[in-house]
């Protein structure tokens, strides 16, 4: 079974990916019930942390019943970095995580997320000199490389292993491919492939079935799974991927009622975290997601998206689930 320092998990794992306004507690919270094995906050940025910046202070909040949940930070500066630690300690996490893999222009042109796949002695001491800071466990997020042609995912997470990380997740695409073609999964199954690795390995990219998840397990041998996009508006996706591997067979899609459900106690959870005008604010990019593929359904969307009394957004909810409490979701 694979470990991130002290932390067991069962096999395979499905991690929750960090997802910048995505990954938040009441998210996490609807994801952990469904069967992720570990949460990951969005990623913070480091320099924001230590000018004490509210937006990216509350991104620290994290609940006992989300754990084991990871901190993702991000930045390149040494002393940013180390002091941003300090910080996230504080909020007691049982990992930190670094974020290697952005690709946003805005990050990376400041060689933080993937931009310092260009550097990667760089990666290397920010990362050594952040184990050492730490007792809790540092885990990795990266990509294959910057570009196709510098590919160098072997020797990185071998060297990123020496200095002490106790997990690496890799999305197998480059910075320079952003999200576009598939994720490959082949230079991952070498890292894990090095007789050398001892640390988890786990795949990212594309897992968007069960089938998927068997695929990395069984034909890439990987340690686990970090599902980003297809938990967006389907927290059940852990479920569904444990239930084909337990069964072989598929569960049904949720009903209406259990996604009318999951939507009331996802904008109650955010209500309770951040207060009623930003939770009803901050809930609304997660319903269409969760009522996708409904016809003639925009009156009702647009009720949700455009009220700001959660009141009124609880009662388009009851409206909906009255209205088409049939549908069958294929
Ligand atoms: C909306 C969104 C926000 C993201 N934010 C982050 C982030 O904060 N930190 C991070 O490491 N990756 C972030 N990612 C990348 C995902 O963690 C993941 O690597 C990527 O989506 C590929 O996995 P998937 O195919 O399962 O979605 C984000 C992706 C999306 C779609």
Not at 182 to 198: C, F, G, L, Q, T
Not at 292 to 307: A, D, L
Request: hydrophobic share 40%; aromatic share 8%.
């Amino acid at each position: 079974m694979p470990k991130i320092g002290k932390i067991e998990l069962p096999d395979f794992p499905l991690l929750l990916a960090p997802m910048e306004d995505v990954s938040d507690p009441p998210f996490r919270a609807l994801c952990k019930e469904q069967g992720a094995d570990v949460v990951y906050t969005e990623f913070i940025s480091s320099e924001g942390l230590i000018r004490d910046a509210a937006k990216s202070v509350i991104k620290l909040d994290i609940y006992e019943k989300e754990r084991p949940v990871g901190i993702q930070i991000f930045g390149a500066e040494l002393d940013s970095m180390l002091q941003a630690v300090d910080i996230v300690e504080k909020s007691n996490p049982d990992i930190i995580d670094i974020n290697f893999g952005c690709p946003v222009k805005k990050v990376v042109c400041k060689n933080a997320g993937a931009g310092i796949l260009r550097d990667i002695p760089l990666m290397v001491k920010l990362t050594e000199a952040i184990v050492k800071r730490t007792n809790l466990p540092v885990t990795v997020k990266t990509r294959l490389g910057w570009d196709h042609n510098s590919i160098k995912i072997v020797e990185v997470a071998e060297r990123l292993q020496d200095v002490g990380i106790q997990a690496i997740a890799i999305h197998g695409r480059t910075r320079v491919q952003m999200y576009k073609g598939s994720a490959d999964w082949k230079p991952i199954a070498e890292v894990k492939n090095n007789p050398r690795m001892h640390i988890p390995v786990f795949g990212n990219g594309d897992v968007d079935s069960p089938e998927a998840a068997e695929k990395m397990r069984d034909e890439f041998g990987l340690d686990g799974a970090m599902i980003g996009r297809a938990s967006i508006g389907n927290p059940w996706f852990f479920k569904e991927v444990k239930h084909y591997f337990e069964t072989g067979e598929h569960l049904s899609p949720p009903t209406m009622e259990e996604r009318v459900i999951a939507a009331r106690r996802h904008l109650q959870m955010a209500i309770d975290w951040k207060g009623e005008k930003l939770g009803v604010f901050e809930t609304r990019r997660h319903y269409t997601n969760y009522f996708k593929g409904i016809p003639h359904f925009k009156e009702y969307r647009m009720k949700m998206v455009t009220s700001d009394e959660s009141s009124d957004v609880f009662a388009a909810f009851d409206e909906v689930l009255q209205k088409f409490g049939d549908h069958q979701f294929v």
